[in-house]
């Protein structure tokens, strides 16, 4: 039993930090198109 909510933790840890990863990686890329189109 407590194998499997640690399982099921990491589980959704994992998930999380790869959501958060992929909201972060738009946002960088939103801000790199911001700041390529602000100079030109």
């Known amino acids: ?3 499997m ?3 099921a933790w990491y ?6 930090i790869k ?3 992929d909201r972060y ?3 960088v890329a939103i801000i790199a198109l911001g ?3 602000f100079p030109g």
């Open 11 to 16: 589980k959704n840890n994992l998930r999380e």
């Open 1 to 3: 039993m407590v194998m």
């Open 5 to 7: 909510r640690k399982s």
């Open 35 to 37: 700041v390529g189109f």
């Open 19 to 21: 959501h958060t990863l």
């Open 25 to 27: 990686l738009a946002i």
